[in-house]
């Protein structure tokens, strides 16, 4: 990504966020390429955090997606936008990936399987690949729409 391009894209956002009545402190880029695909890392943040994250990062996610269309419209360009606000989705990975772990190591030790609570596909993906090298337990998805969860069994 080029240097005016993430310029472009900080200001567009710095609008949409004013726009929206958002009291912004700071709004950091960086590019990367994911699935050999150009990538924008957007870290922001604001006094009042919820607002924008919803209800288990719901907004947040929705806001991520409606971004990543007005600027790819706006620079004729296809990239994504992996939006997070006050380190939400990283605090959410650790938490989700400490989760996992301790959650495996309870169901070898009691062998009886665990049915996590629903949650939405991209927290069940993290679930799944971060238990996948495990070969004491077995990891599925089970249940419909919003109500999909995860369980984990002995194998």
Known sequence: MEEQELK??????????????????????????VNNKECVNVDIHIKEPQVLIGQSGQTLFELG???RIILNKKLQKDFYVDL?????????????????????????????????????????RIIHSELAGRQD?????????VDRSVIISPK
């Open 8 to 33: 472009t894209i900080k200001e567009t956002i710095e609008k949409f966020l004013q726009k929206m009545t958002v009291d912004v402190l700071t709004v950091e880029l960086n590019s990367s390429l």
């Open 65 to 67: 997606r409606l971004l």
């Open 84 to 124: 997070d606000i006050n380190d939400y989705k990283k605090q959410k990975l650790l938490y989700l990936k400490k989760m996992a772990a301790d959650l495996a190591r309870e169901v070898v030790v009691t062998q009886k399987e665990k049915i996590l609570p629903p949650m939405p596909s991209y927290e069940r």
């Open 137 to 145: 337990i077995i990891t599925q998805s089970h249940g419909e729409g």
